[in-house]
């Protein structure tokens, strides 16, 4: 495994676009984006599973989020348009060599073992 390695957060006002990357083992089987606002519990926001190109995302980001990989760079991105103040947060990668859709789906932090580290992204009204 290697260490994933999460960037791209930042500071925009409401309405605005980031672009989160998030560098993989190479081996990946689904690879998903956890937020975690202060006080709040981590929430799994979207996922791409490896076999197949399937994307998962949360209620709250449909429509806005798109999460893509580009397998030749062993590299997920997060697509983070019409953002909203409730998106602020410290947003992480993390993966699993796991292919099974349910894992890849669901976004339980407990079955992600590989994290990187965090990157922060704060939305202004």
């Known amino acids: 495994q290697v260490q994933l390695v999460a960037s791209g957060g930042g500071s925009v006002q409401t309405g605005g676009s980031l672009r989160l990357t998030c560098g993989t083992s190479?081996?990946?089987?689904?690879v998903a984006w956890f937020r975690q606002a202060p006080g709040k519990e981590r929430e799994g926001v979207a996922s791409?599973?490896?076999?197949?190109?399937?994307?998962y995302y949360a209620d709250a980001v449909k429509g806005r989020f798109t999460v893509s990989r580009d397998s030749a760079k062993n590299t997920v991105y997060l697509e983070m348009n019409n953002l909203k103040p409730e998106d602020t947060a410290m947003y992480y990668c993390?993966?699993?060599?796991?292919?099974?859709?349910?894992?890849?789906?669901?976004?339980?932090?407990?079955?992600?073992?590989?994290w990187g580290q965090g990157t922060q992204v704060t939305v202004s009204s």
């Open positions: 993390a993966e699993t060599r796991s292919i099974s859709a349910w894992t890849c789906s669901q976004m339980k932090r407990q079955d992600f073992p590989n």
């Open positions: 190479p081996d990946t089987g689904c």
């Open positions: 791409f599973r490896s076999a197949g190109g399937f994307e």
